[in-house]
């Protein structure tokens, strides 16, 4: 069965070239001109993935973002924007989109974010981490193994913790301490990421890969988007910063 798209774009143009684009590519796609359209056909037949351009007159991406998040609706979004401040990529994925794509933008691009959101969502690898291609073609994410680390990871089939983080894979809550932490899809993903390998620098490409399946290359502001977003849930006043800026290379999780 192919793979079904819910496509809500007000620009006529696009939105038939899109379309075109996206059925040729494989995909089973309904396109949609508003975002009252876009609730109620995701309503009916509830797609693979949804992708929704921000700004439509009436209800506009942000807002069916926000009401079928609010519904528990978990389908991966995709937000096509013209906005390209940082403010307004964070208000997207305040709203609950799992990634964005900028306009104008190459098809391609949109084809390998709707690639790695598709990846993510589908059958869990044994470990309980999504699969992703490695280089032998095998599925799973980096060894959970920690050096010099003074506070160790702690994994299970179910649960993983880290310097005051535990995450609960199944239900997907984490918590620092006792407080829980709200993450959207992406932003779990990442942190498990980050977690699992506490006590390592993870580079850039790495973690493009794990997360995205695709490195979008060095002029992409897209980790650093959510590593920050992140961090603003994370961050304590008083308490440890617990992600960890490497320049040049990338990332790492550790309680200093």
Known sequence: MPQTVLL?????????????????EGYQVTAV???VEALAQAHRTPPDVLLLDVMMPGIDGLQVCRVLRAEGDRTP???????????????????????YVVKPFDV?????????????????AANGVPGTPGP???????????????????????QISAAGLRMDLQARRVWRDERELELTRTEFELLELLVRNAGIVLDHSTIYDRIWGYDFG???????VYVGYLRRKLDEPGAPQLIHTVRGVGYVLRED
């Open 77 to 99: 979004i995709l937000m096509l924007t013209a906005l390209v401040e940082t403010a307004d990529r964070i208000a997207g994925l305040d709203a609950g989109a799992d990634d």
């Open 108 to 124: 391609e691009e949109v084809f390998a974010r709707l690639r790695a959101l598709l990846r993510r969502t589908s059958p869990v």
């Open 8 to 24: 809500a774009e007000d620009d006529r143009a696009i939105r038939h070239a899109l379309e075109r684009a996206l059925t040729l």
């Open 33 to 35: 001109a508003d975002g």
């Open 218 to 224: 060095p002029g992409s502001k897209n980790l650093a």
């Open 136 to 158: 032998s073609g095998a599925s799973g994410a980096l060894p959970d193994v920690v050096r010099d680390d003074p506070h160790p990871t702690m994994s299970s089939d179910k």
